[in-house]
């Protein structure tokens, strides 16, 4: 599990703050324990899309970059899952008035390894 915070404008917006933190793990590793047909999908182009849930609005987990990898809005986790934010993405376009002061890795857009494919 890798947990990240993006700064993208997408995830600025849709969160109404300075980033957005969420878990990276593998499909394999993640399972609905129910509620997953209450799961709604927006898509914006080019390729876009975030998964919501159909009752609430709340955000929900996602399997993207061709099914390769599924992210878990960190705010949906009730238990402390043992690791702590390992960097930032999409730091080019943060929000001015955010300063990061951390000390974690920030990378200017994708995380090596994590950009997105045809498949997606």
């Known amino acids: 599990m890798l947990l990240r915070h993006c700064h993208c404008s997408r995830c600025r917006k849709e969160g109404g703050a300075a980033f ?16 997953e047909e209450l799961v709604g999908l927006y898509e914006y182009p080019p390729d876009g899309r975030r ?14 970059l061709g099914g390769t ?10 238990d402390d899952p043992d690791v702590r934010p390992a960097l930032h993405m999409f730091v080019g376009p943060k929000a001015p008035w955010w300063e990061i002061e951390d000390g974690l890795p920030q990378f200017p857009e994708w995380v090596p390894g994590f950009e997105p494919t045809d498949a997606e």
């Open 20 to 35: 957005a933190t969420g878990a990276l793990v593998q499909p394999a590793q993640f399972h609905f324990a129910k509620g």
């Open 69 to 78: 990898i599924a992210l878990v809005p960190a705010g949906l986790l009730d």
């Open 51 to 64: 998964a919501f849930c159909r009752v609430c609005g709340s955000k929900a987990p996602l399997v993207l």
